[in-house]
């Protein structure tokens, strides 16, 4: 029975990760006309936007992102008062990218834009909200909403009535609450779906004058045919964060507190009872248990903080900084500096209640005091994970991470206890455990470098610039490596006689990882840690130069010169506040074989999808019922990138021959070198058999 609770939950979280299409939708809009009877009125703008998202604030510098702008365009009858004022105020944080404060708003904000009607009968307001949102890895390009309102959305009292207002005739009255209502709510979403229709000929020839319409033409389908997992790809997130929980128990399991634990409890299950088939479901009890113990201290965690508090949290520079001092602080006491243990009173009050108690609520009590006595060991992994699960910004992602953890951490309890005689090949207890704890002090110390990168880059202070962050995770991973050599020893380290084969092996990875970082010094890529290292940006002596640039910044040149040589076309949907399109040109592109490729046998066409360059006139275009314009190159690249290939984020690219079909499946975010030569070359081969 425990077990089919446990598989029903585990199918519970399976079924209850939303899929998401490559097509992101991450803010709502909510655009009404604020509820009273005066003259002095007010439009409310709300955004709600999902967790790890963040919405710009107004008027930011230039050369920054777009900033959150409105825009009215037609004012009859009315007068504005001051500027749209929002009702919190925005989060400050200095981007490394734009060399500069940036402000900007999570979750919720509305703004008030306060107006006077003079003139009820002729009432009419009509104008667009434009905004950019972004998260830690990518952003999205910029958005119109519009809005409208007119007499029909207002009601005054004939004593608020303006001295000057006209009549029209005896019907044009103040329009009253029972007959129109007060308020008028425009619900809109930022939202595309990835089936899109095709333009008619009218709308192509605008956007693309005389070329050919067949450019404009949607291929997504086209795309999926090649087995595309960009424009049609789920979140796999949680995925991410499962693995991650999964290897995080495995490395808990040879730690100290772990480790000795292990033949310990099997034995006393096995003793427990003469009755070995009663034994071992006990011991299977035992290990579903720290899974139902660990998943519900992930479920609690997104409970009580949320999953918007929750990324909130891992990208927030204090938090960083703090958890960066608290990894320090483990690393400390793994080296033996001191032993950092939960009071003896829990531990002895959980051992108390598994005597005292029967059946399977005794074998809980006993799992619960495994989780107390491993806390020690198991407290700075869990707490990564988490970390990270919460910049994911998956809801439930804390309780699949701990449901991964807690899986690795129950297997070996229940796969002894069916196969007994393992124990007896299992290796004891000794200074190698010891010799882990260590290892791990090491590596915490370079992961607490990690955190407070991000403080230093947030708070712009450049005290962890690339080249401060390389080297001293040099000098950490070489320390490593000579620990493993038995070179270093600590107070608690047990007298090596001789250095083991997987020691030495892991000595060498280590110290080769740690001369392997040194180029870096001098602006090496080093692609293998981009993920972890600070910015190329950050590096203040830098002598790599090896950069590739586009052909062309407009689609039908690009195209049309393709077509004139006969070569393939990549475009490259970018932007300039797009923080992973700068990872993957300085990571993938600076490769010799693929700057080779996309240099010699490619027509490299760069779109920006936030370039505010406007367009000779403005371009209205139907897109799902709606009405859009198109004032700006970027929304003209925006758009093409929705309606033809089903996408808006970026990086984004994609292979087409010169009649603009695609060569191969597209290619998002993804810094491995040899899936993006594959991915070059599979459209070259395309290419030739046509």
Same mark, same amino acid.
């Given at each position: 029975?425990?077990?089919?609770? =446990?598989?029903?939950?585990?199918?519970f979280i399976i079924l209850s990760v939303v899929v998401q299409a490559q097509i992101l939708t991450p803010t709502k809009w909510n655009i009404q006309l604020g509820k009273n009877g005066k003259p002095e009125k007010e439009i409310l703008f709300s955004a709600e936007l999902e967790p790890g998202w963040h919405l710009y604030d107004m008027d930011l510098p230039a050369g920054g992102p777009v900033s959150t702008s409105f825009s009215f365009e037609k004012i009859i009858g009315a007068e504005l008062i001051g500027k749209p004022e929002p009702s919190v105020a925005p989060a400050v944080v200095y981007d490394e990218q734009f060399a500069m404060d940036l402000k900007w708003y999570a979750n919720n904000v509305t703004f008030r834009q306060k107006f006077k009607i003079t003139d009820p009968v002729k009432f009419r307001i009509q104008g667009e909200v434009e905004f950019m949102v972004c998260n830690d890895e990518t952003c999205l390009p910029p958005e119109r909403i519009e809005f409208s309102f007119d007499k029909k959305n207002i009601s005054l009292?004939?004593?608020?009535?303006?001295?000057?207002?006209?009549?029209?005739?005896?019907?044009?009255?103040?329009? !009253?609450?029972?007959?129109?209502?007060?308020?008028?709510?425009?619900?809109?979403?930022?939202?595309?779906?990835?089936?899109? #229709? $095709?333009?008619?000929?009218?709308?192509?020839?605008?956007?693309?004058?005389?070329?050919?319409?067949?450019?404009?033409? #949607?291929?997504?389908?086209?795309?999926?045919?090649?087995?595309?997992?960009?424009?049609?790809? #789920?979140?796999?997130?949680?995925?991410?964060?499962?693995?991650?929980?999964?290897?995080?128990?495995?490395?808990? +399991? $040879?730690?100290?507190?772990?480790?000795?634990?292990?033949?310990?409890?099997?034995?006393?299950?096995?003793?427990?009872?003469?009755? &070995?088939?009663?034994?071992? &479901? %006990?011991?299977?009890?035992?290990?579903?248990?720290?899974?139902?113990?660990?998943?519900?201290?992930?479920?609690?965690?997104?409970?009580?903080?949320?999953?918007?508090?929750?990324?909130?949290?891992?990208?927030?520079? /204090?938090?960083?900084?703090?958890?960066?001092?608290?990894?320090?602080?483990?690393?400390?006491?793994?080296?033996?500096?001191?032993?950092? *243990?939960?009071?003896?009173?829990?531990? @002895?009050?959980?051992?108390?209640?598994? %005597?005292?108690?029967?059946?399977?609520?005794?074998?809980?009590?006993?799992?619960?005091?495994?989780?107390? *006595? @491993?806390?020690?060991?198991?407290?700075?992994?869990?707490?990564? +994970?988490?970390?990270?699960?919460?910049?994911?910004?998956?809801?439930?992602?804390?309780?699949?991470?701990?449901?991964?953890?807690?899986?690795?951490? !129950?297997?070996?309890?229940?796969?002894?206890?069916?196969?007994?005689?393992?124990?007896?090949?299992?290796?004891?207890?000794?200074?190698?455990?010891?010799?882990?704890?260590?290892?791990?002090?090491?590596?915490?110390?370079?992961?607490?470098?990690?955190?407070?990168?991000?403080?230093?880059?947030?708070?712009?202070?450049? $005290?962890?610039?690339?080249?401060?962050?390389?080297?001293?995770?040099? *000098? /950490?991973?070489?320390?490593?490596?000579?620990?493993? +050599?038995?070179?270093?020893?600590?107070?608690?380290?047990?007298?090596?006689?001789?250095?083991?084969?997987?020691?030495?092996?892991?000595?060498? /990875?280590?110290?080769?990882?740690?001369?392997?970082?040194?180029?870096?010094?001098?602006?090496?890529?080093?692609?293998? =840690?981009?993920?972890?290292?600070?910015?190329?940006?950050?590096?203040?002596?830098?002598?790599?130069?090896?950069?590739?640039?586009?052909?062309?910044?407009?689609?039908?040149?690009?195209?049309?010169?393709?077509?004139?040589?006969?070569?393939?076309?990549?475009?490259?949907?970018?932007?300039?506040?797009?923080?992973?399109?700068?990872?993957?040109?300085?990571?993938?592109?600076?490769?010799?074989?693929?700057?080779? /490729?996309?240099?010699?046998?490619?027509?490299?066409?760069?779109?920006?999808?936030?370039?505010?360059?406007?367009? #000779?006139?403005?371009?209205?275009?139907?897109?799902?019922?709606?009405?859009?314009?198109?004032?700006?190159?970027?929304?003209?690249? !925006?758009?093409?990138?929705?309606?033809?290939?089903?996408?808006?984020?970026?990086?984004?690219? *994609?292979? $087409?021959?010169?009649?603009?079909?695609?060569?191969?499946? @597209?290619?998002?975010?993804?810094?491995?070198?040899?899936?993006?030569?594959?991915? +070059?070359?599979?459209?070259?081969?395309?290419?030739?058999? &046509?």
């Open positions: 029975m425990i077990m089919k609770k =446990i598989y029903s939950t585990f199918l009292t004939a004593a608020d009535m303006p001295a000057n207002a006209e009549s029209e005739n005896q019907d044009s009255r103040p329009v !009253s609450e029972t007959e129109e209502g007060t308020m008028l709510s425009e619900t809109r979403e930022t939202e595309v779906v990835p089936t899109i #229709p $095709l333009m008619n000929t009218e709308e192509m020839n605008k956007l693309q004058g005389t070329v050919d319409n067949a450019l404009w033409i #949607p291929v997504i389908d086209e795309l999926k045919a090649y087995g595309d997992v960009v424009v049609s790809a #789920p979140d796999t997130s949680w995925l991410f964060i499962f693995f991650a929980g999964f290897l995080g128990g495995l490395i808990a +399991l $040879l730690t100290p507190c772990v480790w000795p634990m292990i033949p310990m409890t099997v034995s006393f299950f096995l003793k427990r009872t003469k009755d &070995r088939k009663k034994a071992i &479901r %006990d011991a299977l009890t035992y290990g579903a248990s720290i899974i139902v113990i660990y998943l519900v201290m992930g479920l609690l965690i997104t409970g009580i903080f949320g999953a918007s508090a929750l990324n909130d949290l891992s990208t927030n520079a /204090i938090f960083n900084i703090l958890f960066c001092l608290l990894l320090v602080v483990f690393a400390i006491s793994f080296f033996g500096a001191f032993e950092m *243990v939960l009071p003896a009173s829990w531990t @002895s009050k959980m051992d108390s209640k598994a %005597d005292s108690t029967t059946g399977i609520l005794s074998i809980f009590f006993m799992s619960f005091t495994l989780v107390l *006595v @491993s806390f020690s060991c198991t407290g700075p992994i869990i707490g990564t +994970l988490l970390v990270q699960a919460a910049s994911m910004g998956t809801a439930i992602g804390p309780a699949v991470g701990m449901f991964g953890f807690a899986l690795a951490l !129950s297997i070996p309890f229940s796969l002894f206890a069916i196969f007994p005689n393992m124990l007896q090949n299992m290796p004891k207890s000794g200074g190698w455990l010891n010799s882990v704890k260590v290892v791990l002090g090491f590596l915490e110390l370079a992961l607490a470098l990690k955190f407070l990168s991000v403080a230093d880059l947030a708070y712009g202070w450049r $005290l962890l610039d690339r080249e401060v962050f390389l080297v001293l995770w040099i *000098v /950490i991973f070489a320390l490593l490596g000579l620990y493993l +050599l038995g070179k270093i020893r600590f107070s608690h380290d047990s007298e090596m006689k001789y250095v083991s084969v997987p020691r030495l092996f892991m000595a060498i /990875i280590s110290l080769a990882f740690a001369v392997y970082m040194i180029p870096g010094l001098w602006g090496a890529p080093l692609k293998s =840690i981009s993920a972890f290292a600070p910015p190329l940006f950050t590096q203040d002596f830098n002598l790599y130069k090896n950069e590739v640039h586009a052909h062309y910044d407009n689609y039908e040149t690009g195209m049309a010169h393709a077509k004139l040589i006969n070569k393939p076309v990549m475009i490259d949907f970018s932007g300039y506040g797009c923080v992973n399109c700068r990872k993957m040109e300085a990571a993938v592109w600076t490769d010799p074989k693929v700057k080779q /490729i996309i240099e010699n046998d490619y027509v490299l066409i760069t779109l920006m999808v936030d370039d505010k360059t406007k367009l #000779p006139e403005v371009i209205e275009i139907e897109e799902y019922g709606k009405k859009r314009k198109l004032k700006t190159v970027g929304d003209k690249w !925006s758009y093409l990138q929705r309606s033809k290939f089903g996408a808006n984020a970026q990086p984004f690219y *994609v292979l $087409l021959d010169t009649k603009g079909k695609p060569l191969a499946p @597209s290619y998002a975010y993804d810094e491995d070198v040899n899936k993006y030569i594959k991915f +070059l070359q599979s459209g070259l081969t395309n290419f030739k058999k &046509r």
